[in-house]
């Protein structure tokens, strides 16, 4: 700080300015916000017991107008700034007094609420979530708080391990950090007209968080969560953006065999989007022994005496499954041929679109002829990829 920025932040007296004074200032961030910048600066750089009281000034002023949106962008990092230096402070008072600044219907909780519960913390005021300057605030108070949540959890085990069992604490904790997941991926859908710089900004905000959490820890929090599932719209997103996703193909073969059909296209839809991005030949092999074949089954279900049927049998989750085999034929083009022998024999094993003339309006119909259409879009790309490669 410059003697002049400190000479206008000290009292006539020539001492610090009092909890009063810097809470006159920071009030001011309309109409001077340079003075706030200063004030924020000169509080980080401050060593005072009376941290907790001017980190509560701070945030009750101005997380609301960031919120909205309205902050100085200047003033935004100036806030996150005193932030971190009060979370090297003050950090479980922080926490519990952040989020608390940050929920919609002005509920408050404890810091032990927080820490029995870390997913209270989704039912802060959804603008947040959208908020560059206070979204990565709120990722490290969610962190910090789940890991928290497991030390106290684990430290139970270890004083009471004749009152339970580890396999169970540590189904507890997955499911805890599961649910978190399923959260954080629903708040990467898009809400309607929304502004699609600020999603495409937190989308990867949370994907990076995300991504943490999977190398920090075993696996195995993957795979609880792609046999969950999750919209399948975000499969695009999370494939581009969480780098550890990869590991999700080495259980593909699994999740294709799941009695559920929604999942069984769900792990198709995984794999060939990430077969589009990691085009390596054991991925081939997977694509090739589980993802077609099971594609074929959903069209030609086998009976309950084993039989499999002749003609297809039309469904959503066939409209949904196919056009995930262009990303497939963008990354091994060679294995386009089946593909396209795999779409031809669904063609073939069901009723052609002539015979529905004057009927359209029928349920069942509209569903053969929107498969009809998308086999046929979907081919006509997959054979694009195939004459790319002979020429």
Not at 184 to 203: H, N, P, Y
Not at 246 to 274: D, H
Request: glycine share 4%; hydrophobic share 40%.
């Amino acid at each position: 700080m410059t003697e002049g920025k400190e000479g206008r932040l000290l009292s006539e007296t020539g001492q610090h300015r009092t909890l009063n004074e810097i809470e006159r200032i920071v009030n001011d961030w309309e109409s001077n916000p340079t003075l706030v910048i200063e004030a924020l600066s000169h509080v980080e750089s401050m060593a005072s017991i009376e941290t907790e009281q001017y980190a509560t000034c701070i945030m009750s002023i101005l997380i609301p107008p960031c919120l909205d949106g309205k902050l100085d962008k200047r003033i935004a990092e100036g806030l996150r700034s005193v932030w971190e230096a009060f979370n090297r402070i003050i950090p479980h008072s922080l926490w519990s007094m952040t989020i608390n600044f940050m929920m919609l219907d002005k509920i408050t909780y404890t810091l032990t609420d927080l820490i029995q519960n870390p997913n209270l913390l989704f039912q802060c005021d959804s603008r947040l979530f959208r908020s560059q300057d206070l979204l990565p605030i709120w990722l490290h108070i969610l962190n910090s708080l789940r890991t928290t949540s497991k030390h106290r959890i684990w430290k139970r085990y270890h004083l009471h391990q004749h009152q339970f069992n580890s396999r169970n604490i540590l189904a507890l904790t997955n499911a805890q950090d599961t649910m978190m997941l399923q959260l954080l991926l629903e708040l990467c859908q898009e809400r309607g007209q929304e502004d699609k710089e600020a999603l495409s900004k937190a989308r990867k905000l949370i994907c990076d968080f995300i991504h943490s959490i999977f190398i920090d820890g075993d696996m195995l929090l993957a795979k609880i969560l792609h046999f969950q599932t999750y919209s399948t719209d975000l499969i695009p997103m999370v494939v581009e953006s969480i780098p550890s996703i990869y590991i999700v193909l080495s259980f593909i073969p699994e999740l294709t065999r799941q009695p559920q059909v929604e999942k069984q296209v769900f792990g198709i839809l995984m794999a060939c989007y990430l077969c589009e991005k990691y085009p390596l030949e054991n991925y081939l092999a997977t694509a090739e022994k589980h993802v077609l074949p099971r594609l074929l089954r959903i069209a030609f279900p086998v009976s309950r005496e084993g039989q499999v049927s002749t003609t297809c049998v039309p469904s959503e989750y066939l409209v949904k499954a196919i056009p995930g085999f262009v990303h497939l034929a963008r990354a091994f083009p060679h294995f386009g041929p089946q593909i396209l022998k795999a779409f031809d024999d669904i063609a073939k094993g069901l009723p052609e679109p002539r015979q529905f003339i004057g009927q359209e309006g029928n349920s069942k119909i509209i569903l053969v002829l929107q498969l009809h259409k998308v086999l046929k879009s979907s081919r006509d790309l997959v054979q694009l990829e195939v004459d790319r490669m002979a020429q």
